[in-house]
């Protein structure tokens, strides 16, 4: 499992955006308990467009080649000490966030070494809806090993800094290769679609997804899952039955609870079949600012 840390020191809401490193992790069963092995792609230098944070880990095998998409950010200012106040006005923080990029590094095993690149693979484009940041990369490996990436993006707008979240769509003919903005619009009418954290598949009839939906108003419930397919993986509805899963968890145990956050979901499959989601979760009343505990959180699904 390849996942995202950073220091507890820091709050878990901005925190992430100066100090998370992302790692490697192992279990004898999907369900776990994990064991850390190891740093991954560690802070690397200021002067690297990745070189304070690596966070959102996605990585997925195309032949022999393991192809870890992350999203990476930097800033030139000094590191937020233990006792230092740290929050979303601190420069450290508004500088990290508009330099949110979406990256590549490969390897030929999953214990590495890492090849990481100096330049992410989606900059923004000025004047479009990516034009602020791009970040959550979903990759979906197609016939000839094309990549399809889905990938959240921010608009700049003067006076508000960014505008709400968007999802965008890029391919490219070899991984290695240039990723190019399949439209200039995004995936999704921002007016009607307010989600983030896409997972994309391909299937017999072409592509499903599901995503955090942000307000409730596709999926029914607010941080709640949406599903939406595709033909082509260009052109995306949402299903007929949208909603994909709820942030209220039933234990194992039976007892019953509403996670504070439920993000970045995932499905493992096995033969081809979904058989566990996947997911970062926080206690809380709801929101990232009031969480005390973030943890990965593994769902078996009943088939």
């Known amino acids: 499992m390849f996942a995202s840390r950073w220091p507890k020191s820091l709050p878990m809401h901005p925190g992430w955006l100066v100090k998370s490193e992302i790692v490697r992790a192992v279990s004898d069963t999907p369900e776990g308990p994990y064991t850390f092995q190891e740093v991954v792609l560690p802070a690397r230098?200021?002067?690297?467009?990745?070189?304070?944070?690596?966070?959102?880990?996605?990585?997925i095998r195309v032949d022999h080649t393991y192809l870890l998409y992350y999203m990476g950010t930097t800033h030139p200012f000094s590191d937020p000490a233990p006792e230092e106040p740290y929050g979303l006005e601190d420069p450290r923080c508004i500088v990290a966030r508009a330099n949110k990029r979406v990256g590549l590094a490969v390897s030929s095993s999953v214990f590495g070494p890492w090849e990481r690149k100096d330049v992410p693979i989606l900059p923004t484009r000025p004047g479009k809806f990516d034009s602020f940041l791009t970040s959550?990369?979903?990759?979906?490996?197609?016939?000839?090993?094309?990549?399809l990436l889905m990938y959240k993006a921010r608009r700049y707008e003067e006076g508000h800094l960014h505008g709400n979240m968007t999802i965008g769509l890029a391919c490219a003919d070899h991984y290695n290769n240039a990723y190019k903005v399949i439209a200039d619009e995004p995936v999704f009418p921002p007016d009607q679609f307010h989600i983030e954290d896409p997972f994309i598949w391909r299937t017999d009839g072409g592509y499903e997804m599901i995503a955090k939906d942000m307000e409730g108003t596709l999926c029914g419930e607010k941080h709640g899952g949406i599903r939406a397919l595709s033909e082509d993986g260009?052109?995306?509805?949402?299903?007929?039955?949208?909603?994909?899963?709820s942030r209220t968890v039933t234990w194992d145990d039976g007892t019953i609870?509403?996670?504070?956050?439920?993000?970045?979901?995932?499905?493992?499959?096995?033969?081809?079949?979904?058989?566990h989601l996947f997911a970062a979760v926080a206690d809380g009343p709801g929101g990232f600012r009031h969480a005390t505990n973030t943890w990965n959180m593994v769902i078996p699904i009943q088939v």
């Open 234 to 245: 260009k052109t995306w509805r949402l299903a007929d039955n949208p909603k994909a899963y």
């Open 45 to 59: 230098g200021a002067q690297y467009w990745d070189g304070r944070s690596t966070h959102n880990p996605h990585i």
């Open 136 to 147: 959550n990369p979903a990759p979906c490996v197609q016939d000839k090993g094309s990549i």
């Open 257 to 275: 609870q509403e996670m504070g956050s439920f993000e970045r979901p995932f499905l493992l499959f096995q033969d081809g079949v979904p058989t």
